[in-house]
């Protein structure tokens, strides 16, 4: 497990009910392989795209129990803003990869 984006705390108990699926300012996105986590560029509402994670959480109380479990937006550790697709897609792959993150091959359409 990638302890900069998902720690302990936040590690899921169970997988997500329903397959994952995106919102409508989603243009493509990858799964990251071994994780309940999605890399997505999107498109903001000024129209560039951005990247940012999904990823199923669990909600833990101080004690350390999971009181619930979510989808969760996680940003980026260094973002971009450009109105070049296929800028957003490979700085978002480079910043996966350098946080050690092994993503599906493909990027899926939304």
Known sequence: MDQTLINEFWAPEYAPPSPYAPD????TWRH?????VVLEVYRGADSFHRFRYRAWVA?????????????HFIGPDE???????????A????????????????????
């Open 24 to 27: 409508p300012d989603v243009v």
């Open 59 to 71: 909600w833990r109380d101080a004690g350390g129990t999971a009181r619930a479990h979510s989808w």
């Open 91 to 110: 700085t978002a792959t480079l910043q996966a990869v350098r946080r050690g993150l092994v993503l599906e091959p493909e990027w899926h359409a939304a």
């Open 32 to 36: 990251v392989e071994g994780l309940h």
């Open 79 to 89: 973002g971009i803003i450009t109105d070049d697709l296929e800028a957003a897609c």
